[in-house]
């Protein structure tokens, strides 16, 4: 069996015009505060596509860097600093966070107009509730890459491997509220594979290299891989060991070049939202 790539390169480039033409008209450019206090090596390379895309877009992007001791209390001040700074239209933190940092405690100072990746509590209760807000821009683009390669999601047994806040539950949510059934794998799942392989589409979103191989995936099942994990050599690597599901797999989305432009662009399309809803 031939393995399609479900690329997301084109669907983020089109996303993008429609962002940069959006951000010249609202005047002033929409701004971004990028919060960061970490030394992960995969943020690194993508809080750097960030700032990159911001600039191409007309889009300015400042990165507060905290580093990786900060505490909970100065994480917490400075979200709550830019959220009450009108001249910051969006704010995004950036993860892991330091030892003992919880996501929740802090992104709560994120007030919800600006929270553009739609991490803190609010943003997640909005989205569990069907009601407006800013949805997890990774959650989202597993969503969007599946609707522009015309991946019906309806009635579809979708698996999601991972249920962190900000990809997987988020996602299960996006994914029932397109009307499919949904199955939440985690670290404590007993039976990965057996799960995963009565699945049509299955997502993997757990941040561990190679996690799913062939034998996790159905013959003709829809792959999504999430993951950005360092390789060796330096680069980067998703959840699912791609040489092994190629060839059983309908299709795969590429890591890089799948999931990650799409991300980047509905984030940067967020902060332009949210910028003309503040004006």
């Known amino acids: 069996m031939d393995t399609a790539s479900l690329s997301g390169k084109e669907l983020a480039a089109a996303i993008n015009a429609d962002t940069k033409q959006r951000a010249a008209a609202a005047g002033t450019a929409p701004r971004l505060a990028l919060v960061v206090a970490n030394d992960d090596p995969a943020s690194a390379w993508y809080v750097n596509s960030l700032r990159k895309a911001a600039e191409r877009l007309g889009i300015a992007c400042d990165r507060i860097d ?29 993860t892991p966070l330091p030892a003992g940092v919880v996501l929740d405690d802090v992104s709560s100072a994120i007030v919800a107009t600006k929270d553009v990746d739609g991490v803190s509590p609010l943003s997640l209760g909005l989205l569990a509730s069907g009601l407006p807000g800013f949805v997890p821009a990774t959650s989202e683009a597993v969503v969007e890459l599946l609707k522009h390669h015309e991946i019906p999601l309806r009635g579809r047994h979708v698996a999601v491997v991972g249920r962190s806040n900000i990809v997987g539950k988020p996602l299960a949510q996006l994914l029932l509220a397109a009307d499919a059934t949904v199955t939440v794998c985690h670290s404590r799942t007993a039976d990965l594979a057996a799960i995963t392989s009565g699945a049509e589409i299955v997502v993997a979103a757990a941040g561990r290299a190679g996690l799913l191989t062939g034998k ?25 060991d791609a040489a092994s599901v190629t060839g059983r797999a ?14 980047t662009a509905l984030l940067m399309r967020h902060v332009v939202t949210a910028a003309e809803q503040s004006r």
């Open 66 to 94: 905290l580093g990786a001791d900060a505490s909970a209390e100065q994480i917490r001040a400075e979200l709550s600093a830019r959220s009450a700074d009108a001249a910051v239209d969006a704010i995004m933190l950036q």
């Open 216 to 240: 996790h995936i159905a013959d003709g099942a829809i792959v999504i891989d999430v993951g950005t994990n360092e390789s060796p050599d330096g680069g980067i690597v998703g959840d699912v």
């Open 250 to 263: 309908a299709a795969l989305s590429p890591v890089p070049g799948g999931v990650g432009p799409v991300t």
